[in-house]
């Protein structure tokens, strides 16, 4: 019997999402832990990859349990697993859907301070730009509406079949304060860095290094910028999976700005 696992994990002190070897990574001590409590190995696919200490608010992994097992698997793994990992929600799935190729759209927040915080340093990444110009930062956000091939920000574009997203939704939000700020963005799909190259190219833009009209250009022309410097990974957070059969609302309401009325649209 397929399963749907509907999970939030913080990525600081893990090397993304998908088991190598030598480091730790979120799919290695889930599968550890499945195999722990249902005492056979089970392997697990995840919705798509994260990078290093990237973190997911929503994200999804499926696991075929061919035994049936009669004590409550959702309260056990979330006594085994780290704090930094939680389960929500556990689903018996009809037939064989897949977490990474059924999902249609996905949805990033990064999170920005330009004060130093300590309470932020996980959760949100600091970059000390107190002066930041937001709407010229969302201008530039809105533009990725108008394109498809994002060919000129990503890590090793002929590595993929093809470079073509759908984003569906891009915009700058702020807090009322204006010392926090929230880069979001959905798509179909993403590629390597994707997000991490838009947001540094978003932060150059606000703080006067770059121009509107020379990142249209990249998108434009598809040449590849000279210098791919993407932004810090703390702050990137995958926030939203959809599947045609499954939408549920993320559970987690922490640094979630859509969900507060203290957060502004530029």
């Known amino acids: 019997m397929r399963y749907f696992f509907h999970i939030?994990?913080?990525?600081?002190?893990?090397?993304?999402?998908?088991?190598?070897?030598?480091?730790?990574?979120?799919?290695?001590?889930?599968?550890?832990?499945l195999h722990k409590v249902l005492k056979v190995p089970t392997t697990i696919f995840g919705c798509g990859r994260t990078d290093a200490q990237v973190h997911a608010s929503q994200y999804f992994f499926h696991a075929d349990i061919e035994k049936e097992y009669d004590f409550d698997l959702l309260f056990r793994l979330n006594k085994a697993l780290p704090d930094n990992i939680a389960i929500y929600d556990i689903i018996?799935?009809?037939?064989?859907?897949?977490?990474?190729?059924?999902?249609?759209?996905?949805?990033y927040d990064y999170f920005i301070h330009t004060y130093k915080d300590p309470f932020l340093s996980n959760q949100s990444s600091l970059y000390l730009?107190?002066?930041?110009n937001l709407d010229k930062m969302s201008e530039a956000a809105k533009l990725l509406l108008k394109?498809?091939?994002?060919?000129?920000?990503?890590t090793h574009p002929d590595k993929n079949e093809h470079t073509i997203c759908h984003v569906t939704a891009a915009g700058i939000f702020v807090n009322t304060k204006g010392d926090r700020i929230r880069f979001?963005?959905?798509?179909?799909?993403?590629?390597?860095?994707?997000i991490r190259i838009l947001t540094g190219k978003l932060l150059k833009i606000g703080n006067g290094e770059l121009s509107i009209d020379e990142f249209e250009n990249h998108l434009i022309t598809l040449e590849l910028p000279k210098i791919l410097r993407p932004a810090h990974p703390i702050g990137l957070y995958l926030s939203k999976v959809n599947?045609?059969?499954?939408?549920?609302?993320?559970?987690?309401?922490?640094l979630t700005p859509s969900q507060s009325s203290d957060w502004i649209s530029i």
Not at 129 to 132: D, N, Q, V
Not at 147 to 154: E, Q
Request: glycine share 6%.
């Open 92 to 107: 018996k799935m009809e037939g064989k859907p897949h977490a990474r190729f059924d999902a249609v759209h996905r949805e």
């Open 184 to 194: 979001n963005i959905s798509s179909n799909r993403f590629l390597g860095k994707m």
């Open 8 to 33: 939030a994990y913080q990525g600081q002190n893990y090397n993304g999402w998908q088991r190598q070897p030598d480091v730790e990574s979120v799919q290695e001590v889930l599968e550890n832990t």
């Open 147 to 154: 394109y498809k091939d994002f060919r000129p920000f990503c």
């Open 243 to 254: 599947y045609p059969y499954l939408n549920l609302p993320p559970r987690t309401d922490f």
């Open 129 to 132: 730009y107190p002066k930041l």
